[in-house]
Nanobody
Framework: QLQASGGGLVQAGGSLILSCAAS????????IAWFRQAPGKEREGVSC????????IYSHSVKGRFTISSDNARKTVYLQMNSLKPEDTAVYYC?????????????????????WGQGTLVTVSS
């Protein structure tokens, strides 16, 4: 089970931190990714973190502004979002898969995740 939280309304240039808490997994070496979907647009992969090897990856649109991190003890992955832009407005979802080998471009692309959390809305006003 995945529980996403932390969304809200922020002005452009501001920051938010999203959390994705995992529970019920029997393994502790899974990967968690963040995706987002803006109204009328396709879902977009944002970032990934692997508990297996600590690998991470970011989409070009957020690289340098977003940082993904983890609290291994709490099995939680965080997405620190800085310098937010109106185009970052979307519903953000976290996804997990216990068989993800490591984070790479495929992990925020077409990789099929087994578990999805509910979305959390991020709105960035101009």
């Amino acid at each position: 089970q995945l529980q996403a939280s932390g969304g809200g309304l922020v002005q452009a240039g501001g920051s938010l931190i999203l959390s994705c808490a995992a529970s019920g997994f029997t393994r502790d070496d899974y990967g968690i990714a963040w995706f987002r979907q803006a109204p009328g647009k396709e879902r977009e992969g944002v970032s990934c973190f692997s508990f297996r090897d600590g690998s991470t990856i970011y989409s070009h649109s957020v690289k340098g502004r977003f940082t993904i991190s983890s609290d291994n003890a709490r099995k939680t992955v965080y997405l620190q979002m800085n310098s937010l832009k109106p185009e970052d407005t979307a519903v953000y979802y976290c996804a997990a898969d216990p068989t993800l080998p490591r984070c790479g471009s495929y992990s925020i692309g077409l990789y099929e995740y087994d578990y999805w959390g509910q979305g959390t809305l991020v709105t960035v006003s101009s």
